[in-house]
């Protein structure tokens, strides 16, 4: 299992635009690829399929916030994790 700590760069967090980009890149790996905010103030946090761009606006992560990508896939988790790190809310 690889897993990859980032900051979500988006201005926006990752909201509709970034979430989007985020599950269309993510739905191109067969292996499943799950993304969890660390430290949400939801105490039952689950981690969101990173292929579903209405998992990732509900994980709620804002700008900054540290998020965790794992996957068995280690490219697929590189991937997502340059992806989450840069302003893709333009």
Do not use: C
Not at 24 to 50: G, K, M, T, V, W
Not at 55 to 84: F, H, K, P, R, W
Request: proline share 4%; hydrophobic share 45%.
């Amino acid at each position: 299992m690889a897993t990859q700590h980032v900051h979500v760069g988006s201005k926006v967090g990752i909201h509709a635009r970034p979430a989007s980009v985020i599950a269309e890149r993510a739905s191109r790996f067969q292996e499943e690829i799950l993304i969890e905010l660390i430290d949400s103030p939801e105490p039952d946090n689950e981690p969101a399929d990173a292929s579903s761009t209405l998992m990732l606006m509900a994980l709620g992560a804002g700008y900054g916030d540290e998020v965790a990508i794992t996957s068995t896939n280690a490219v697929a988790v590189e991937q997502i994790a340059q992806l989450i790190a840069q302003d893709l809310s333009d």
